[in-house]
């Protein structure tokens, strides 16, 4: 059975950078795309960025220009490098496979606060 674990959210200023990482355990990493999903509190789930297992990246609205997702077949990871962050950022981010796929059971995700 797949499992997501999702790390790398902390508290940070607005205008600040983090990093997220998502371990996809499994041996299908490599053949799957993925994506990366944030949900505030009392909204919705949204789709963040998504990225082919041929690399391409799609990225939502609100992100584009300063998020980037990647992603490193070789340890099954895949990343999401946030910059210039707003509070409007401030959300629990979770990875998973991108709408029209089937999804995996839902980890636990990793926090991520955007505030002064």
């Known amino acids: 059975q797949v499992q997501l674990v999702e790390s790398g959210g902390c508290l940070v200023q607005p205008g600040g950078s983090l990093r997220l990482s998502c371990v996809v355990s499994?041996?299908?990493?490599?053949?799957?795309?993925m994506a990366w999903f944030r949900q505030a509190p009392g909204k919705e789930r949204e789709l963040v960025a998504r990225i082919t297992r041929g690399g391409i990246r799609n990225y939502g609205d609100s992100v584009q220009g300063r998020f980037t997702i990647s992603r490193d077949n070789a340890k099954d990871t895949v990343f999401l490098q946030m910059n210039s962050l707003k509070p409007e950022d401030t959300a629990v981010y979770y990875c998973?496979?991108?709408?029209?796929?089937?999804?995996?059971?839902w980890g636990q995700g990793t926090q991520v606060t955007v505030s002064s």
């Open positions: 998973n496979t991108p709408p029209g796929y089937s999804r995996f059971t």
């Open positions: 499994g041996s299908i990493f490599r053949a799957i795309d």
